[in-house]
């Protein structure tokens, strides 16, 4: 069985949601102001950190090509350790809303938060549950029941990327060779059973040039894949990747949440038709993009970003509760309830990152920072329909590319 796309919020939490976002039109004063500077504290402000990491929390990253959020070291601790408590079993990173079941994803998130957090505990257990959950073909099992038992069999990709990623800077994080070899041997799987010549296939069982998501594509990782692998293959994935999201992403930067590799827009998984529009799994495409640009100025990448960045403002001028939860292709309100209510963290989160690029949109990212603030620190993250696996996760994972805290420590 194929993966889904992230389950979608009830009416009932979207109309919570809503009005949490809604708190959101002004910075917390929490949040510091524009033309403020970060508040940076040191690493041994944070009793979480593993002894003798390379790079320990906090980071601070700077880039040449993007500016940060004007962030607070303490606010995102915070973040993150309220994501751990919720999310975190010990073992694996759970789902509330469906019967605390597991999916590749979210090891995945969890194995980033924990290398940029410095959390080694928590990515070696997560490392440790996803190999114990593999396929024959040495990818995670897309998704995983509160028992242990197999609900959805092959691979979904971005999930095995994302642990492939965190494996390369966990390498260097702490300095120890064995995440450097897992790492290694987990992208060469992908290669061989997650690509269609240069096409990133979906999973590992279906998809390909006529199904394909360009929310998994993750130029920057590719790189990184080429040079620790040696294999320069990779980097007709990064130039495929490029090709179909620019055919894909017309003048709004609004992808389909899934599309053929001619750029056009088809049915997700189990003939879902929401693949055809803007949703809750394209909402994840900037961040990805925004990390490659980031790390490289790569020019395709600022051309998508300046599309998405450019009407998110526009449909967001004051707030971030502004922005709706799904859009057509051309910005419109799809048909069905998706667009029907206001964007959760992982629509706004990932735009925010966006809007990094280039510097000129500050003033988003100031409303991004505190909204994102809001909805994982405060008493917000309580209300129905917030602080949701999928939500809080994006949200966390913003958080940290925002304040300089996901990059590419092994280059």
Known sequence: MPPRSPQQPTAACLAALAL?????????????TPGGMPVMKDPSSYPHNTAGAA?????????????????NTDVLATAYMNWKARFFDGTR?????????????????GMLIGVYMNDQPMLDALWAYGKAHFDSHGLMNWNIGSGGNTIGSGSATDGDE??????????????????TTDATTLIRNLKSYALEGNVLKPGDGFGGAGQTNPSYFAPSYYRAFARVTGDSAWMGVVDQSYTILAAASGSAGLVPNWTNSSGSGVAGPGGDQNGL???????????????????TGEPRAKAYLDKIVGFYTAQAPDAVNMLKDGYTTSGANPSGTLGDYSAGMAFYGPGGTAAMAGGAQVDFVRRVWAGLVNQTTSGAMNSSGVFTYYNASWGVLSMLALSGNFWDMAP
């Open 20 to 32: 949490c976002l809604a708190a959101c039109a002004d910075p917390q004063t929490a949040t510091p």
């Open 55 to 71: 790079f320990p929390y906090p980071q601070g990253h700077a880039s040449s090509t993007c500016t940060l959020a004007v962030y």
């Open 93 to 109: 990173i759970v789902r509330p809303e469906n019967n605390n079941d597991t999916v590749s994803e979210g090891i995945g998130y």
């Open 162 to 179: 994302d642990m492939a990623w965190a494996l390369i800077m966990a390498g260097k994080q702490w300095n120890t060779a064995s995440y």
């Open 277 to 295: 529009y803007f949703g809750y799994d394209a909402c994840r495409t900037p961040f990805r993009i925004a990390m490659d640009y980031c790390e």
